[in-house]
Structure formats: structure tokens, C-alpha cells
């Protein structure tokens, strides 16, 4: 059975800086690519980033330069470093294969942007 797992979110004041981890089973988890999405209320959920199998990333524009994608194949992990934090970056971010599938979506975990 799949399964990611998100962690590392919380409270930042804008400015702050959080590391998010995406932890991975069932899978074989090098070879593919995985992307960070995030979700606001009556929002569809968007693409923030994304890594190729052999490190490669990919960010959406309103993160570009703000945020750092990486993974460690070995601990089945992703993570998406998050500096520079505005109050629009406040959402529930999840992780899942790039494209998603359905039945791999986690809980996600809360990051709220606030002073």
C-alpha cells in the first residue's frame, strides 16, 4: 500500500522560513517523480514544485527563488525548504507523485503564515 507522508508545518511570521518532509512506503520510491502541492479553502489544490528521480526541480512562479525542493532516495524522502514565507503561502501542502494519482493524496500538513 502507498503512502506519503507530510510533515514540518506550523506557524511562521511572514519573512520565517520552514522545511517541510514528505516521507514515502510502498513504492519504489527513486524513480519517481514527486511534486509538493498546496490547498486554501474553495481553492482547487495547485502544483508548488516539483523533482525528477535524479534531482531536477521544477517551481511554480509564486515560489521561484523562495523555495528549494530536494529528496534523499535512500530515506524516501522529499523535502521543500520555505524561506521568504508570505501570508499567501498559508495553506495545507501535500505531497504525491508527479502528475498526482488519486489514491495518494495524505492528510497534508498546515502551514499558516502570520504575525
Known amino acids: 500500500q502507498v503512502q506519503l507522508v507530510e510533515s514540518g508545518g506550523g506557524l511562521v511570521q511572514p519573512g520565517g522560513s520552514l522545511r517541510l518532509s514528505c516521507t514515502a512506503s510502498?513504492?519504489?520510491?527513486?524513480?519517481?517523480?514527486i511534486g509538493w502541492y498546496r490547498q486554501t479553502p474553495g481553492n482547487q489544490r495547485e502544483l508548488v514544485a516539483h523533482i525528477s528521480s535524479d534531482g531536477s526541480p521544477l517551481y511554480a512562479d509564486s515560489v521561484k527563488d523562495r523555495f528549494t525542493i530536494s529528496r534523499d532516495n535512500a530515506k524516501k524522502t522529499v523535502y521543500l525548504q520555505m524561506s521568504s514565507l508570505k501570508p499567501d503561502d498559508t495553506a495545507v501542502y501535500y505531497c504525491?507523485?508527479?502528475?498526482?494519482?488519486?489514491?495518494?493524496w495524505g492528510q497534508g500538513t498546515q502551514v499558516t503564515v502570520s504575525s
Open positions: 510502498g513504492i519504489i520510491f527513486s524513480i519517481y517523480r
Open positions: 504525491n507523485t508527479y502528475p498526482p494519482a488519486y489514491n495518494r
